[in-house]
């Protein structure tokens, strides 16, 4: 099992937008936004991180069971489907605004 987010640069904590939105004009609520993202996404790597050593701790013999590697693996998977949701959202947001005419 590989983690996803490793592949983004930063380890998916880091896009470049904390300097766009917040030198762009967004304020300190853009930037509490963006830290607030780049620590959700943080957080769904950490639990890809402890499922990837549940199960290789379990496929050695280690690990302590079955059920507790499962449940690992079901929590990362969960976090991870709940940022794809989000990340969704937020693009869909975006095309929302980029259509409007001002």
Known sequence: MSNPITGIPGGGADFGVTSTLSHGGGGKGAGDF????????????DLQSQADTQVNQLLTGNGQDVHSAMIAVEKASLAFDMMVQVRNKIVQAYQQVSGMQF
């Open 34 to 45: 963006v830290k607030s993202l780049q620590d959700a996404m943080s957080e769904v790597g």
